[in-house]
């Protein structure tokens, strides 16, 4: 899966084009809700850090609407909310009176139209009225005579013809109240007459732990769909569901470390917590749950199951088996939610396509400086529908330029003909004698296999090798395994001292920070000397 990250980079030197730019990185899915770690931050400091959310793609709202529509529990209030019409007797609470429970069960067709009525299916009902009752579907009044009734509520009719916004307004709303009904911890019932203050301070010291436990449980539950969002975000079609256990492990493993015993008992205990809550938001449509198979809890102690072998260690699980603890995926309008969640809690949550809505200039300066981004997605949302040629040509013209962002632009230019293609071809042989481009355009020629592409001359290429180098010094966020990675691929000769000696004198913004990585980072000692000299020479210039 391929990923972003964003970090604080730039030049080195104070006052150099780029110092303090937020440029883009390969993202580990741990950074996105840690985003500390990139800005050099202490645990202590991860209140007060960015955080990063992935961008995600949506449906259109009328298919998302759609989907809401056909969630049982949310289409059953919805009939409920009608069939009250013109109006229908309730009790002094609003629930439904004991003549109508039965009936309203045969409405959903959660029982058959005539016999006996089995007592969930009545229950069943009873949830759907108090949902429409929570989503204002249905309106509780009082007649001249004293009697409680209830009528449809102003939203029914807009809902039932599909309007996409009070659909999904609805339910959004729906969506919190299970998410906050998810996370209600049992209260303890405390035993005894309240005989004075003793028993007093021991009510109050009862509630006080039953809140701390739904606090935890709600904490443990934002962050397990939080995990989902991340990694439904990155997954290719059609791999988007997760193990139980594996989620259960991104939330209790270290990042680094293998599970120990202790944390493997963790990992159970997160996965009990969280089996209950996630089946409850997929009444709602946020997540396709299997739960976990209650049979496992009732295997004895010590047979062989399906989790270890006859020699105590772990067996490999077939799909079947591995299903039994648990399956989870992220719904689209589960992807809808937590991002609507996201954006109320003050998150910038993004969706792709957000910056690629206006000319080629706007793309590849919004795609280099924003913090959270998927650009080739950008870049193929931008694609779709446009003329290569004319294309090719915008985006060749957007990336010119010597500020900070400019390296990157010229990088994602060259991402962009890649995703072109031959037809774009044209426009990059009209840009070859070009001092910026010209060197970009015919490497990216003579990989696509091109002929007669004229070799570029000697202060273009070592513009170009600059130029290169920089975007991938920026896009990097200065980490050192890939910079290595960089540096030992900088086609030094055997004489650094004259390669070197050519490079210092390149005028680009970022010869001298390209010059200092090379000097840090080549595994070579008499090249990595031979550049620090060239990087003084650099910055003596300037």
């Known amino acids: 899966m391929a990923?972003?990250?964003?970090?604080?980079?730039?030049?080195?030197?104070?006052?150099?084009?780029?110092?303090?730019?937020?440029?883009?990185?390969?993202?580990?899915?741990?950074?996105?809700?840690?985003?500390?770690?990139?800005?050099?931050?202490?645990?202590?400091?991860?209140?007060?850090?960015?955080?990063?959310?992935?961008?995600?793609?949506?449906?259109?709202?009328?298919?998302?609407?759609?989907?809401?529509?056909?969630?049982?529990?949310?289409?059953?209030?919805?009939?409920?909310?009608?069939?009250?019409?013109?109006?229908?007797?309730?009790d002094e609470f609003g629930d439904l009176t004991a003549p109508d429970r039965v009936p309203a069960a045969r409405l959903l067709g959660l029982a058959p139209e005539e016999g006996d009525?089995?007592?969930?299916?009545?229950?069943?009902?009873?949830?759907?009225?108090?949902?429409?009752?929570?989503?204002?579907?249905?309106?509780?009044?009082?007649?001249?005579?004293?009697?409680?009734?209830?009528?449809?509520?102003?939203?029914?009719?807009?809902?039932?013809?599909?309007?996409?916004?009070?659909?999904?307004?609805?339910?959004?709303?729906?969506?919190?109240?299970?998410?906050?009904?998810?996370?209600?911890?049992?209260?303890?019932?405390?035993?005894?007459e309240d005989d004075g203050d003793a028993e007093a301070e021991a009510d109050e010291e009862g509630l006080g732990e039953v809140e701390d436990a739904r606090d935890e449980a709600a904490e443990l539950l934002d962050e397990a769909l939080q995990v989902l969002y991340e990694t439904t975000a990155f997954a290719e079609p059609g791999t988007e569901t997760v193990p139980l256990g594996v989620l259960?492990?991104?939330?209790?493993?270290?990042?680094?470390?293998?599970?120990?015993?202790?944390?493997?008992?963790?990992?159970?205990?997160?996965?009990?917590?969280?089996?209950?809550m996630l089946a409850d938001l997929s009444e709602l449509g946020l997540l396709d749950y299997r739960p976990i198979d209650p049979e496992l809890f009732d295997e004895e102690e010590g047979e062989e199951t399906a989790g270890a072998g006859a020699d105590g260690e772990p067996a490999e699980l077939d799909e079947a088996e591995s299903a039994r603890f648990g399956m989870v995926r992220l719904t689209p309008l589960g992807q809808y939610g937590i991002r609507q969640w996201l954006l109320e809690d003050g998150y910038d949550a993004p969706l792709v396509g957000d910056l690629a809505k206006g000319d080629a200039a706007e793309l590849l300066r919004g795609v280099s400086e924003a913090a959270n981004v998927l650009p080739e997605e950008e870049l193929k949302v931008w694609l779709e529908g446009r003329e290569p040629v004319a294309a090719a040509r915008e985006l060749l013209e957007a990336a010119r330029g010597?500020?900070?962002?400019?390296?990157?632009?010229?990088?994602?230019?060259?991402?962009?003909?890649?995703?072109?293609?031959a037809p774009a071809e044209p426009a990059a042989r009209e840009v070859l004698g070009d001092p910026e481009l010209g060197g970009g355009a015919a490497a990216w020629l003579v990989a696509l296999g091109a002929a007669d592409v004229p070799a570029p001359d000697r202060t273009t290429a070592l513009w170009t090798v600059v130029d290169a180098f920089a975007a991938q010094l920026l896009d990097t966020g200065g980490d050192p395994d890939q910079l290595r990675e960089l540096v030992a691929e900088l086609p030094v000769t055997d004489e650094p001292a004259d390669y070197l000696g050519e490079l210092w004198r390149v005028d680009h913004p970022y010869t001298a920070d390209v010059l200092e990585a090379v000097g840090?980072?080549?595994?070579?000692?008499?090249?990595?000397?031979?550049?620090?000299?060239?990087?003084?020479?650099?910055?003596?210039?300037?």
């Open 117 to 192: 009525v089995a007592e969930e299916a009545v229950v069943e009902a009873m949830r759907a009225w108090s949902l429409a009752c929570d989503l204002d579907l249905v309106e509780i009044g009082t007649t001249a005579a004293g009697e409680h009734v209830a009528v449809p509520g102003p939203d029914l009719e807009p809902a039932e013809e599909g309007d996409p916004e009070t659909v999904l307004e609805l339910w959004l709303t729906a969506a919190g109240i299970v998410r906050e009904l998810a996370v209600e911890a049992d209260s303890q019932e405390l035993e005894g």
């Open 402 to 421: 010597n500020d900070a962002y400019a390296p990157m632009r010229r990088m994602l230019c060259h991402s962009a003909l890649t995703l072109l293609g």
């Open 520 to 542: 840090e980072m080549h595994p070579d000692r008499a090249v990595a000397k031979e550049a620090r000299k060239a990087a003084f020479k650099a910055r003596s210039k300037g």
């Open 3 to 90: 990923a972003r990250r964003r970090r604080n980079a730039g030049p080195s030197a104070a006052g150099t084009p780029g110092e303090g730019a937020v440029l883009p990185a390969d993202l580990e899915l741990q950074d996105l809700y840690g985003a500390f770690a990139a800005h050099g931050l202490d645990d202590e400091d991860l209140d007060d850090a960015a955080v990063l959310v992935p961008p995600v793609r949506l449906p259109a709202e009328p298919e998302l609407a759609a989907l809401a529509k056909a969630v049982p529990m949310f289409d059953w209030a919805m009939r409920l909310a009608r069939w009250a019409a013109p109006h229908r007797a309730v």
């Open 248 to 276: 259960a492990a991104l939330l209790v493993v270290p990042e680094g470390e293998e599970p120990s015993d202790e944390l493997l008992g963790d990992i159970t205990d997160v996965m009990v917590a969280l089996d209950p």
